[in-house]
């Protein structure tokens, strides 16, 4: 075979393979979503039995039991408490990482092990800290304390990757014109890294959000909307699930989409004012 | 210069809660399993004596023992089969695509499904494994089959299948970091030199990118190792890790045996990490 053919069809086949996958990985919550919209008696599969909105109807005017508006409350407020704690802690830690204070090196890799670390365990030992000390479980304690762990290191990384990446110059400037650090940095870098501290906020948000190991133990009575979704699914799978399974995904990719158009903005705007 | 002195005092103030954070919520609960998995006497307090009899109940039991090796089983599939799909995907991604806008679109396509929740994505395979399924629909649409075939749902074939996509990600995104910084350069040179394509990959394009392939495996076999969530979803009562036995003891309130299973999943993932970092120095990914 020529080296062309062959190459072209190396080409085709690992394309081939990639579009697979991705289709392979849409299609269930794209079916999902399709069937969420599924008639009054329309089961968990196909066929639909008819197009409506009686499942998100079900969601709104749900009886106490199956009821997630508190839950979506609390991961609300939960991820955007993430969120917020996650972009001020990274942003320290990583102005701190630049310093080279000594020791950095085992920061960086205490703040890595966030990552590293399953869910499960660090929810679990949580749980077994708050049993031993005869501490309550909850939202705003446990839950809170757990969740950051795992959000925080996420933030951390984007920040040292947009740290690395902009022109020092700019803020060497800012102080051999007579700037104090923290001027310099509340002028200068603080606007460039911007767009960072949004990404790393997104990161804060949506990772609490969509958080399920870590507040299975660390949550108390009070469930968050991952849990009280496995919790209605342990009870009957029905499609008012998939209704909110549709729903929060959404809810996700226009999180995403909106954090995505804040960095586009801002990074417009620095760019006029800095120059 | 910058806006912060070498070695500055400040920096362990700005360092500090962060370091305190991870110390808290990290690395003492992980050491509190460790400590309580070795607890004897029947309250549970400081003050126990320290014993070995709650690992000597766990190795007693064949079942217990059998699943530490399914559990590495799993992993080792999950890892075979989401390496070689993440290689090609990244491939494709980083090297084949041309146009910069197509390879933007595709690579969010494959990422954004990471920004949603990983339970609704369990859930969401359930109307495609079932009896009743889309699967068996399909397969008895083309006629491949004639009744449903029930290998789906409640088996390792369905969580598998889950876990496959939740994780190609994990393996193909460090491929793609790792392939876009190989120099084109360096092709050439071989190319030039009369090598063909086969041979430029396999002894110049897959060496660079071996950190990328192993940083993508240890992400992919410590979130297998430590899934239970899908696991749970997808096979019901009838199938178990590691990580559901950890949350079973915990339920029926025997946080000794809990805690005893969870350091053989730390001990497992341990193992895992430090055989991956001798392969592969992770500290020199940034340079």
């Not at chain 1, 310099?184 to 906020?201: D, E, K």
């Not at chain 1, 029905?238 to 995403?256: D, Q, R």
């Not at chain 2, 559901?244 to 309130?253: A, I, K, M, P, T």
Request: aromatic share 12%; hydrophobic share 55%; with cysteine.
């Amino acid at each position: 075979m020529h080296w062309q053919t062959r190459a072209r069809l190396t080409k085709w086949i690992l394309g081939a393979v990639t579009i697979g996958f991705l289709a392979y990985q849409w299609l269930p919550i794209l079916t999902l979503s399709v069937l969420s919209f599924s008639g009054p008696d329309g089961g968990t599969t196909f066929p639909m039995n008819s197009v409506s909105l009686h499942w998100y109807r079900e969601l709104l005017f749900a009886s106490a039991l199956s009821d997630f508006k508190p839950p979506i409350g609390r991961s609300l407020a939960l991820a955007l408490a993430c969120s917020v704690t996650t972009a001020v802690l990274a942003l320290a830690a990583v102005q701190a990482m630049r310093a080279r204070f000594r020791g950095y090196n085992i920061f960086f890799y205490l703040i890595l092990l966030g990552i590293m670390a399953p869910g499960l365990l660090v929810g679990f030992g949580v749980a077994i800290v708050a049993r031993i000390m005869d501490w309550q479980l909850s939202l705003w304690t446990s839950a809170y304390l757990v969740h950051v762990a795992w959000t925080l290191p996420f933030g951390f990384l984007t920040l040292l990757a947009v740290f690395n990446r902009f022109d020092r110059k700019l803020e060497e400037a800012a102080l051999t014109l007579g700037a104090n650090r923290w001027t310099a940095f509340r002028r200068v870098t603080f606007p460039l890294v911007l767009p960072g501290i949004i990404g790393a906020a997104l990161f804060g948000f949506t990772l609490s959000y969509d958080e399920f190991a870590r507040s299975l133990f660390t949550t108390g009575i009070n469930l968050t909307l991952p849990l009280s979704v496995l919790a209605q699914f342990d009870r009957q799978l029905t499609p008012t699930l998939y209704a909110i399974g549709t729903a929060t995904t959404f809810f996700s990719l226009l999180a995403v989409g909106c954090s995505a158009m804040l960095i586009l903005l801002v990074r417009r705007l620095t760019r006029g004012s800095v120059r | 210069m910058s806006t912060i002195r070498e070695r500055s005092p400040a920096a362990y103030l700005l360092a500090l809660p962060a370091a305190l954070w991870m110390t808290a919520a990290v690395v003492v609960p992980s050491m509190l399993i460790l400590w309580v998995s070795f607890w004897g006497g029947r309250r549970f307090t400081w003050e126990n004596h320290l014993v070995l009899d709650n690992y000597a109940r766990f190795f007693r039991n064949e079942t217990y023992v059998g699943l530490i090796g399914e559990t590495a089983l799993q992993a080792a599939k999950i890892m075979a089969i989401t390496g070689v799909l993440g290689y090609c995907i990244a491939y494709f991604l980083a090297v084949m695509v041309t146009r910069n806008s197509v390879r933007l679109t595709l690579f969010l396509i494959l990422v954004i499904p990471f920004w949603t929740s990983a339970v609704i994505r369990s859930i969401a395979w359930i109307p495609f494994l079932g009896v009743n399924g889309v699967i068996n629909q399909a397969l008895m649409f083309l006629g491949l089959t004639d009744a449903p075939v029930e290998i789906f749902l409640y088996s390792r074939t369905g969580i598998s299948m889950a876990q496959v996509s939740l994780y190609t990600l994990l393996a193909a995104g460090p491929v793609v970091y790792m392939l876009r910084n190989v120099p084109n350069q360096l092709r050439e040179a071989a190319m030039c030199l009369k090598a063909p394509p086969i041979v430029v990959f396999w002894r110049i394009v897959f060496p660079l990118t071996l950190p990328g392939v192993i940083i993508g495996q240890v992400l992919v076999f410590l979130n297998v190792m430590a899934d239970f969530a899908t696991v749970a979803a997808i096979g019901g009562n009838k199938q178990a890790l590691l990580g559901n036995l950890v949350l079973l003891f915990y339920d029926s309130g025997q946080l000794r045996y809990a805690a005893v299973v969870g350091v053989m999943l730390m001990l497992s993932m341990l193992v895992g990490v430090v055989v991956a970092l001798r392969v592969v120095d992770i500290r020199r990914l940034g340079e």
